[in-house]
C-alpha cells in the first residue's frame, strides 16, 4: 500500500471540510495516510510556528522509514520563512536517489526551487491536499496524479495556438510566477540553462504579470531556456485603468521580447484540474499544428497501485 505523509509548510487548513475528503478519499483510492496531526496546527495564517513547519521538511532527512509521497496540504504563503532553517545537506544526503516523490504547488514552490538548488533534488508540481479534497472530485487531477507518479515516463498534450515547428529537449522546472520571482538573486534559485520553463499564477492584474515575466527576461533568467510554458492564469483580469490591455497583451509582449520561444495553455495552475509536473526531470516539449505535447521521464516514482476514489 502506497504511504503518504502530509506536510504543512505554508498556511493553515481554511477548509477543513474539503482536508477531510482529502484525506477520505486518498484512503479510498488505497492509499495509507499519515501525519494528520499538522492540520491541527494554526498560528496566525500559517500552519503552526516556522520551526513546525521547516520540521515537517527536516524529518523527512531522519524518519526510519521514508513514506512514498509527502503532500502539501495547501499553499499560502509562510514557505519562504523555512529555507533558512532547512537541512540541506542531510536533506541531500537522505532524499537523492531515495524514489521519494515530494509534491505540492503554489507556495511550495519556494521549498521546490531551494531543493533544487542546495540538494539537487527533483520533486512534483502537483496536487495539494486541499485540491484532491475538492468539490466536486476532479478525475484528471486524479488520473495525472497517478499516472506520473506510477510510471518512468509521462507526457500531456494540450491545445495551443503559434510555435509550430517546434520541438526543444531540457531540464523541466518552474512553477508559481510570484513565488519564483520573489526568489530571484537569492542562494535558492537554481542556475537552470536550456530549460523548459512553466509558470503560472493566480489573481494577479495583467500588468503584474508580464512585469514578473519581464522580471525573469530582464535578469536573463528566459534568455537562458530553450522555452517558455505559460500555465493557467486564474482570475488574473485587467482593472478599469488598463483601457484595453488584458492577459492576451501582455503574453504577446513578453513574445516578442523573450528571445525564446512561448508556449501556451499548459493546463496546469490554480484551477480546478491539475497536473503532475516533474520539477528538475528531462524533457521534451514538441508544438505543431495547433498542438503540443510535454513528455517526461527520469524521476522518482514510487510505482502506484492505488486507483481513484470511487465517485470522482
Known amino acids: 500500500m502506497p504511504r503518504i505523509r502530509l506536510i504543512a509548510p505554508s498556511g493553515y487548513p481554511a477548509d477543513p471540510a474539503a482536508m477531510t475528503r482529502g484525506v477520505a478519499r486518498l484512503r479510498e483510492a488505497g492509499f495509507a495516510v499519515d501525519g494528520e496531526q499538522v492540520l491541527q496546527r494554526t498560528e496566525l495564517r500559517f500552519a503552526g510556528s516556522d ?10 532527512a531522519t524518519l526510519d522509514d521514508l513514506p512514498d509521497i509527502a503532500l502539501a496540504t495547501r499553499g499560502g504563503y509562510g514557505a519562504a520563512r523555512l529555507l533558512d532553517h532547512l537541512h540541506y545537506d542531510a536533506l541531500r544526503e537522505r532524499l537523492a536517489g531515495s524514489g521519494l516523490a515530494l509534491v505540492g504547488h503554489s507556495d511550495f514552490t519556494a521549498l521546490q526551487l531551494a531543493l533544487y538548488a542546495k540538494c539537487g533534488v527533483t520533486s512534483f508540481a502537483g496536487p495539494l491536499l486541499a485540491d484532491l479534497g475538492a468539490e466536486p472530485a476532479d478525475a484528471t487531477t486524479w488520473t495525472e496524479f497517478r499516472g506520473t507518479l506510477g510510471a518512468a515516463s509521462r507526457s ?42 512553466f509558470v503560472e499564477d493566480v489573481g494577479e492584474p495583467p500588468f503584474r504579470i508580464e512585469r514578473l515575466l519581464y522580471q525573469l527576461h530582464l535578469s536573463g533568467v528566459l534568455g537562458r531556456q530553450r522555452a517558455l510554458l505559460l500555465g493557467g492564469f486564474s482570475a488574473c483580469r485587467p482593472g478599469p485603468r488598463d483601457n484595453g490591455y488584458d492577459l492576451d497583451a501582455a503574453f504577446v509582449q513578453i513574445e516578442r521580447v523573450a528571445g525564446v520561444p512561448v508556449v501556451r495553455g499548459l493546463p496546469h495552475g490554480h484551477g480546478h484540474t491539475q497536473l503532475t509536473l516533474p520539477f528538475g526531470a528531462p524533457a521534451r516539449l514538441q508544438a505543431a499544428a495547433g498542438g503540443a505535447t510535454l513528455a517526461f521521464s527520469g524521476y522518482p516514482h514510487p510505482g502506484l497501485r492505488a486507483g481513484g476514489p470511487t465517485n470522482p
Open 51 to 60: 520551526a513546525e513547519r521547516a520540521g515537517d521538511i527536516n524529518a523527512l
Open 156 to 197: 500531456v498534450a494540450w491545445s495551443q495556438a503559434g510555435a509550430d515547428g517546434l520541438d526543444v529537449q531540457g531540464t523541466l522546472w518552474g512553477g508559481n510566477l510570484a513565488v519564483l520571482c520573489s526568489l530571484l538573486g537569492t542562494p535558492y534559485f537554481p542556475r537552470i540553462d536550456d530549460g523548459i520553463l
